[in-house]
């Protein structure tokens, strides 16, 4: 299965793309972050993409069978309102 880890730069992230690997998974890890380089392996696919643009997030998860959507702020100022609603665009392109 073609997994898309958004997130996949981060703490929980990184070690949800080296379990996907290990089940026989190939992975398609997204992140904001430039050059990330992910796991030594052909079966990891890096690309570097906000999800907060939702028409990007879903042109790289056609590619996809699964989705697991990990982006998030690390330190969100306005949870209520910026955090929610961007949270609900990107859970939103990974369906």
Do not use: W
């Not at 949800?16 to 992975?27: F, K, N, S």
């Not at 056609?62 to 990990?70: E, K, M």
């Amino acid at each position: 299965m073609r997994i898309a880890i958004t997130g996949c730069a981060g703490s929980v992230g990184k070690r949800v793309v080296i379990r996907a690997l290990a089940q026989g998974h190939t992975v398609l890890g997204l992140d904001r972050v430039p050059d990330h380089p992910g796991p030594p392996t052909e079966c990891f696919e890096y690309r570097q993409l906000d999800v907060r643009d939702f028409q990007s997030t879903l042109d790289a998860l056609r590619c996809c069978d699964a989705a697991v959507h990990l982006a998030a702020h690390s330190n969100p100022a306005d949870y209520l309102v910026q955090s929610h609603n961007e949270y609900v665009i990107a859970a939103a392109a990974c369906n």
